[in-house]
């Protein structure tokens, strides 16, 4: 057998792998469900968001900003997405005022507070906090700075008023980016 007649063999097994059921089910379970929705690592930030249950704030707050198109663009984001149970501390007067028209460039600035301007996966974010001695910062396109830490074995963050979000659960995978999901709204400092 040639070099060449064994490259093409061993291409056409992996092509045959590929395209095999066993292929397509394990990078299918490869990202966790969230909100009770498969997450599809082949669509956007937007495109599995708004399947998610747990997530219909904040697709709610990203359509009253305006930010749908951000999000579903080319990226890389990552995306640190608040639940509907993390929106939930913050009182109802509160957030209904957030969404008003009139407040859509504080609104805009909550969100981008959630997002990072490239994909950052948790292994990553833990090295760069085992680096920096336990705490690591996180600038985001909103201007605030996050502050990354251990609190055990999970990953905690830290917004400019000192609100505390665990995330609870960590890479799931997107077209063009990451999502991160978190248990508390992050705020920036004023």
């Known amino acids: 057998m040639t070099k060449s007649t064994f490259i093409s063999a061993v291409t056409a097994a992996v092509l045959s792998f590929c395209a095999s059921a066993a292929f397509a089910e394990s990078h299918a379970m490869a990202n966790p469900m969230v909100g009770g929705a498969e997450m599809f690592a082949d669509k956007n930030i937007v495109e599995n968001a708004v399947n998610s249950a747990d997530h219909t704030t904040l697709m709610v707050a990203v359509t009253a900003a305006g930010l749908v198109d951000t999000l579903a663009g080319e990226g890389p984001f990552t995306v640190f997405a608040p639940t509907n149970d993390a929106f939930g501390k913050i009182t109802e007067e509160s957030l209904a005022a957030l969404l008003l028209p009139e407040n859509k460039a504080f609104l805009t600035k909550v969100l981008t507070c959630h997002v990072v301007g490239k994909a950052v996966l948790s292994d990553a974010l833990g090295g760069m906090i085992n680096d920096d001695g336990g705490e690591h910062p996180v600038p985001t396109l909103g201007g605030c700075t996050l502050m990354a830490k251990y609190e055990g074995d999970k990953i905690t963050l830290t917004d400019e008023r ?15 980016g990451v999502i991160h999901v978190i248990d508390t709204v992050m705020l920036p400092a004023e």
Do not use: E, R, Y
């Open 162 to 176: 000192g609100n505390v979000a665990n995330i609870t659960i960590a890479d799931v995978m997107q077209s063009n």
